[in-house]
């Protein structure tokens, strides 16, 4: 359906951005992705990739509420996905 690709889409591109702004951490003077972009990508959708590059990357895990942010996001998909197949 719509909602999967959307939701896979967003995955794919939240998962890049983190990829980008891990790599950007590591080069000084790079453009780094604004910590309030990757939590509206998360939340728009991408929670899936924001957890994948917390793991895989390692990135951003040493930010308790960062975390907290990408858990809320998890539990709001979940809930939205909950209401959407029970309806």
């Given at each position: ?7 896979m889409s ?13 790599r ?7 453009q780094?992705v604004c910590?309030?972009?990757l939590?509206?990508?998360a ?7 924001a ?17 907290v ?18 309806r």
């Open positions: 359906t719509v909602a999967v690709c959307v939701s967003g995955t794919v591109t939240t998962l890049v951005m983190y990829a980008w702004d891990k950007a951490s590591k080069r000084p003077g790079a780094r910590e309030r972009t939590h509206l990508w939340l728009a959708g991408g929670f899936g990739g957890l994948l590059g917390q793991v895989w990357l390692r990135h951003k895990t040493r930010h308790a509420s960062f975390a942010v990408t858990w809320l996001a998890v539990a709001v998909h979940a809930g939205a996905w909950v209401w959407w197949l029970a």
